[in-house]
């Protein structure tokens, strides 16, 4: 089985938490790989960042990863204005999830809106065909207080694939 964690992060904070799903499923001795998305126009003005998430705009990703190799896609996204990032959207929009296996994470801050946030992210995966096996969300500045609970859920959605 293949399997790549494909995430966006801004700060910081969900990057930790894709290392720490990383190197768990290294010690696995599973066959994974790490993508971090970049934005095109880097920009740290939170009122901007809000705008791009509401309207999209200007949301375009440096290089998109090639999935058809891979059995189980992680996708992670911090919360920004109550929707995943618009750069995990456009990467969304690009690739073929048809089949696919998928296990979505994210981080948020205040937990505004947080689980609308998943709901769309788990319906713009079924929109694709893809099947979302599993899913967290995790306080940002909580990750590693929580890595116990993150190993115990994919453990979990591993044993049932
Ligand atoms: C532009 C912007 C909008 C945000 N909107 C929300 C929000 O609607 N709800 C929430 O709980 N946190 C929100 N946050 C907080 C982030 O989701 C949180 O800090 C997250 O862990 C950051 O992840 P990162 O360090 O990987 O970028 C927002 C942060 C930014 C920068």
């Known amino acids: 089985m293949r399997i790549i964690i494909v995430y966006f992060s801004l700060t910081g904070k969900t990057k930790k938490l894709a290392v720490n ?14 993508f971090e998305l970049e934005e095109k126009k880097k920009e740290s003005n939170f009122f901007k960042n809000c705008i791009r998430a509401i309207t999209g705009k200007d949301s375009e990703i440096e290089k998109i990863p090639n999935l058809e190799n891979y059995d189980l896609i992680f996708i992670g996204a911090p919360i920004w204005v109550g929707r995943v990032t618009p750069y995990v959207k456009s990467f969304l929009e690009s690739v073929e999830l048809k089949d696919k296996k998928v296990f979505l994470f994210t981080t ?23 099947k979302v096996i599993g899913k967290i969300e995790i306080k940002g500045n909580r990750v590693e207080e929580n890595i116990d609970y993150v190993k115990q859920e994919i453990e979990k959605c591993l044993r049932e694939l």
Do not use: C, Q, T, W
């Open 21 to 34: 799903i990383y190197r768990f499923l290294k010690e696995r001795n599973l066959d994974v790989s790490l």
């Open 108 to 130: 948020y801050g205040s937990g505004f809106m947080k689980n609308k946030a998943m709901r769309k992210f788990i319906e713009s995966i079924e929109m694709k065909e893809g």
